[in-house]
């Protein structure tokens, strides 16, 4: 199987504008996305996709592959769906550009699924205590196959017995086939889709099981500057060894 990487990326970020250009460690974040995504096995190549003409030029500068797309996308799966035709790879993994300390295993852990024979796959990690209550950070239910039953910003499942079980937090990553991505872009965008703004729910809502499995999971996604300033100096101290 022919397994794609692609990292959609763009400057019009509500919270954050520019984030991806946005420097840490001496890099812009979209070049640590990318070189962490290299380092996995399984990809055969590795592409960003973006509407904005800074982010190629950036790309092109640290040796990436970008692949202009339409700006008007609601999600990055909807605008690697523009793109796929061109790249005719029989699956693709969707990392989110936020995410420059991503394990690369974890890449390679959402491709095993897709090779596995799974239409869709995602991967989660143990959510801690302000995990659970930040709205910015997605939770997932699954059932006991680790298939998804609903991805939420709010702390699901509720815990009413104090036992429980471990609130799981979704990684930024999802693997999908390509006849499944070909689908998926005639669907519109769907109520629970749009009331969470998360574009996996679009799956859900047409009745697609997504595989869940465990990663590794990043110590932290950039959403905010102040976010970004933690991402530097863990990467200052990471890749400083």
Known sequence: MNVVAVIPARMASTRFPGKPLHRLAGKPMIQWVYEAVSRSHIPSAVLVATPDIEIASAAASFGAEAMMTR??????????????????????????????????????????????????ASL??????????????????????????YFSRAS???????????????VGIYGYTHDLLSRFLTWKPTPLEDTEMLEQL????????????????????????????????????????
């Open 156 to 170: 699901i499942p509720f815990r009413r017995n104090a036992g429980g079980i471990q609130v799981k937090r979704h």
């Open 71 to 120: 700006d008007d996308h609601p999600s990055g799966t909807d605008r690697i769906g523009e793109i796929a035709p061109l790249i005719g790879a029989d699956a693709y993994i969707n990392v989110q550009g936020d995410e420059p300390l991503l394990p690369p295993e974890d890449v390679d852990a959402c491709a095993e699924l897709l090779i596995a024979g799974h239409e869709m």
């Open 124 to 149: 989660y990690v143990a959510a801690d205590a302000s995990d659970c209550t930040s709205s910015a950070v997605v939770k997932v239910v699954t059932d006991i196959h680790d298939r998804a039953l």
């Open 202 to 241: 679009r799956f859900l809502e047409h009745g697609v099981p997504i595989q869940m499995a465990p990663g590794i999971g990043s110590r932290i996604s950039v959403d905010t500057p102040e976010q970004a300033l933690e991402a530097s100096k863990l990467l200052e101290k990471e890749f400083a060894r």
